[in-house]
């Protein structure tokens, strides 16, 4: 500005105002003769991916706002679309796209982007003037080779259970992702919500072509529970070369909750027996949680002796079975030496004998707010002159909901 300011005080001055104008004439004609799209180049004529992240660089220089559109041209005239519209500012420097030989693709759901095949195509730059005018298109001839590779593909893929219950009742508590890769691929998992929220449950999983294993138990990766809906996870595989497959679909979760169980109330009684006398462990507890606990036996009323296990008696019928199942028992400090040993003598959470249970003879199920009493019973015949017996909440193959509660010392006559 500061120059034109003088070229037009110099100009108005006697004797140089035909010298001024001519100078002006001169700047606008340079200005109005610069192409709207020049110096349009390919790095290399011949192009031939390899995985290894080679790319076709495009240059091309804008001399005004510009809106620019770039695509391949391939021998039947079809037009694969690399950039639609972009603005770009005027500027002496040359712009440059890099073409990495994949397309996006618009008629498969499954293939999200593609590596162009071997042949003949045509890139043609095309701009757009901002401030209006006629449109620019300059055009360079390039050949793909040896771009024929085998595909991508997430193979024979089956997700089950497609409703899941993440409540820990070992019943539909997780979904099994299974699938095949045809060729070494990076695997993205995510999961969208109702409300639009999505995480990742794998995240640029290198996967070798085999059988592919994941487990989703319902709740974001910070552990923390998701509430129910119809959810929608998106599986995809990237290779080496830049083609990318999707598969998408629904997963509903319900009867989304955490259990929770509190003993309310426990005697132990008598407090003085002989060795062969009966203890008496009477309980009340109460599903304090949002969702059913399920249970099984010994049944209420069941008696021990203190050389049993709940794992032998009955045809080893009650023994441990993996998680989501919870019992009540009755342990004794001397006894207590971890594992196996921990509460040796467990009882169902129900009032109910096994025939009227939710599963008759094999389960029960304690509903959310409901509150039951079960007594149990155990034979003393530990030669232990003091023990130091107490409660607690088991759940199997999870641990000690409720640990060493109304300690109660017994004394015992031989």
């Known amino acids: 500005m500061r120059s034109l300011s003088r070229l037009l005080i110099y100009s108005l001055q006697p004797g140089l105002l035909v010298i001024g104008l001519g100078c002006m004439l001169f700047i606008l004609t340079a200005c109005a003769g610069q192409p709207l799209l020049d110096d349009v180049q390919a790095g290399t004529q011949v192009f031939r991916p390899t995985g290894g992240g080679e790319t076709l660089d495009i240059h091309y220089r804008i001399s005004q706002d510009a809106q620019v559109t770039i695509w391949l041209e391939d021998s039947q005239g079809e037009a694969h679309e690399l950039r639609q519209d972009e603005p770009r500012n005027a500027a002496a420097h040359p712009y440059t796209l890099r073409f990495d030989g994949t397309v996006p693709v618009t008629d498969d759901p499954t293939m999200q982007r593609r590596l162009l095949p071997s042949g003949d195509y045509t890139v043609v730059v095309q701009a757009e003037p901002v401030a209006g005018g006629p449109v620019v298109e300059e055009r360079l001839p390039v050949t793909i ?115 929770e169980a509190t003993i309310t109330e426990a005697r132990i009684a008598p407090e003085q027996l002989m060795l062969g006398d009966t203890l008496t462990v009477t309980m009340r507890v109460k599903n304090t949680g949002d969702v059913p606990i399920r249970t099984y036996g010994p049944p209420s009323g069941f008696t021990y002796t203190t050389n049993e296990v709940f794992s032998s008696v009955a045809n080893e019928q009650y023994a441990a079975r993996a998680g989501g199942f919870w019992r009540v028992g009755l342990d004794w400090d001397a006894n207590s030496g971890g594992g196996a040993k921990r509460y040796p003598f467990r009882w169902a959470l129900s009032e109910r004998p096994p025939e009227e249970w939710t599963i008759p003879g094999e389960e029960d199920w304690l509903m959310p707010g409901e509150e039951v009493e079960v007594v149990g019973n155990v034979e003393v015949l530990q030669r232990e002159t003091q023990m130091s017996f107490y409660v607690g909440l088991i759940q199997d193959g999870v641990g000690f909901r409720q640990d060493r509660t109304a300690r109660t010392l017994v004394e015992v006559g031989f």
């Open 145 to 259: 080779t040896d771009s024929d590779v085998p595909m991508p593909a997430i193979e024979n893929l089956v997700v089950y259970p497609e409703t899941i219950s993440p409540n820990a009742d070992a019943i539909d508590d997780v979904a099994e992702f299974t699938y095949r890769l045809p060729v070494t691929a990076t695997v993205d998992i995510d999961i969208s919500g109702p409300d639009g929220q999505t995480f990742a449950l794998v995240t640029r999983s290198e996967e070798d072509a085999i059988e592919q294993h994941h487990v989703w138990d319902g709740k974001r990766p910070d552990d923390s529970p998701l509430p129910g809906g119809v959810y929608t996870y998106t599986i995809s595989a990237e290779d080496q070369y830049g083609n990318v497959v999707q598969r998408q679909g629904p997963i509903i979760l319900e009867d989304v909750g955490q259990p």
